[in-house]
């Protein structure tokens, strides 16, 4: 028989496995339309257009770095592998995306900044939380690694990481100054 302790730590797991694989899966799964065009998405040409449009050059190029972060990142978050270092890459999308397509538009508006909000604070609550108990970090013993400062620098480096892929995006036609 469990006593009450057990039973809240192991719903805490439980839930934590759910919001991972939920989380996780459908994040791949949106990096899936951007590759692939899979559900409905535009695909590898179509997102490099649009990046490009965006400022993004070479659209190639910044279409692969966030598909990796939304796939890569989205599986090893459902996984509960490297956590902190799977939910990094994911805040510095979620930040160029909130900053360059979804800010203008509002909270619940058309293409406003829920979903990528959304995506930015789940990814920042399971790095914050650790993976729980059924997850690879804690079969393989990796948990130890992720202590609250290395946890910090990494999430860090995200926040920094999308910061700096804003600095150097191209907005408007280049003007020659004499």
């Known amino acids: 028989m469990l006593?009450?302790?057990?039973?809240?730590?192991?719903?805490?797991?439980?839930?934590?496995?759910?919001?991972?694989?939920?989380?996780g899966l459908l994040l791949a799964?949106?990096?899936?339309?951007?590759?692939?065009?899979?559900?409905?998405?535009?695909?590898?040409?179509?997102?490099?257009?649009?990046?490009?449009s965006l400022g993004f050059h070479p659209g190639r190029a910044f279409v692969l770095a966030t598909v990796l972060a939304e796939c890569?990142?989205?599986?090893?978050?459902a996984l509960g592998l490297v956590q902190p270092a799977a939910a990094a890459p994911i805040i510095s999308v979620m930040i160029v995306a909130i900053a360059t397509v979804h800010w203008g538009k509002g909270l619940l508006g058309p293409s406003g900044i829920e979903l990528p909000l959304l995506y930015l604070t789940a990814a920042?609550?399971?790095?914050?939380t650790g993976p729980g108990a059924y997850s690879l970090d804690a079969a393989l013993g990796l948990t130890q690694w992720w202590t609250a400062e290395v946890t910090a620098v990494v999430l860090a480096t995200g926040v920094v990481a999308g910061v700096m892929s804003l600095g150097i995006r191209r907005v408007g036609p280049a003007v020659a100054h004499a």
């Open 29 to 52: 799964a949106h990096g899936c339309q951007k590759l692939f065009g899979w559900f409905g998405g535009p695909g590898l040409s179509g997102t490099a257009t649009f990046f490009e």
């Open 3 to 23: 006593i009450a302790g057990e039973m809240e730590e192991d719903a805490m797991d439980v839930g934590l496995l759910i919001a991972r694989l939920v989380f």
């Open 72 to 77: 890569g990142g989205g599986l090893l978050l």
């Open 124 to 128: 920042l609550s399971l790095a914050l």
